[in-house]
Each structure stands twice: as structure tokens, then as C-alpha cells.
């Protein structure tokens, strides 16, 4: 079992920065591959950056050259730096943890607002 708590979220201005970070619970999570998604409402959730195991990383078109994703597995963390942030980037944002044998978990969400 894995539990998620994400943070870093809030009200940001278009072409502002905010930085979001997924604390997981347990000892396993060198394990896990490791993702952002978000979902904006009325939409469905979709993916935003993963990190797998190596540190190989891969994202979205719309999020690309803007977004970086990272993981701290001594400290049981995945963040997701954010740059040159859009309207269209306001969604909630979820942090997931999958293996094809432990399991797949989520994050409750934090809540990210681009607008002036």
C-alpha cells in the first residue's frame, strides 16, 4: 500500500512558476514509476510527465520545454517544476504511483489556478 500527498499548488499569475511535490508513504518507492496527470473540469484526466525507474522521463506536447519532473527517492518524493505556466495549464493536478505488481495509487489532488 501506498499513500500520496501532493502539494505546492495555489493561484499563480500566466508565466509564473509553482513547483509541486507527492510525498509517498512506505519504503518501496525506488519501485514505483512515478507520474503527474491533471484534469481540468469537464475533462477527463489526462497524463502531464512520468518518471520511470532509471530517472527516464517522458511528457506531454503541451507541457514540454515548460514542465520538469524529478524524484528524490531518499526522501520519497516526485515533484513537478512548473514554468511559464498558462491558463490552460489551471487543472487539478494528481501524483501516481504504479507497478505492474504492487499495485496503482493516487494522490488526493492539489488544485493549480493560472490567471491574472
Known amino acids: 500500500q501506498v499513500q500520496l500527498v501532493e502539494s505546492g499548488g495555489g493561484l499563480v499569475q500566466p508565466g509564473g512558476s509553482l513547483r509541486l511535490s507527492c510525498a509517498a508513504s512506505?519504503?518501496?518507492?525506488?519501485?514505483?514509476?512515478m507520474g503527474w496527470y491533471r484534469q481540468a473540469p469537464g475533462k477527463q484526466r489526462d497524463l502531464v510527465a512520468r518518471?520511470?525507474?532509471?530517472?527516464?522521463?517522458n511528457y506531454q506536447d503541451p507541457v514540454k520545454g515548460r514542465f520538469t519532473i524529478s524524484r528524490d527517492n531518499a526522501k520519497n518524493t516526485v515533484y513537478l517544476q512548473m514554468n511559464s505556466l498558462k491558463p490552460e495549464d489551471t487543472a487539478v493536478y494528481y501524483c501516481?504511483?504504479?507497478?505492474?505488481?504492487?499495485?496503482?495509487?493516487w494522490g488526493q489532488g492539489t488544485q493549480v489556478t493560472v490567471s491574472s
Open positions: 501516481n504511483a504504479f507497478h505492474q505488481r504492487f499495485g496503482n495509487y
Open positions: 512506505g519504503n518501496m518507492f525506488s519501485l514505483y514509476d
Open positions: 518518471i520511470i525507474i532509471g530517472g527516464i522521463t
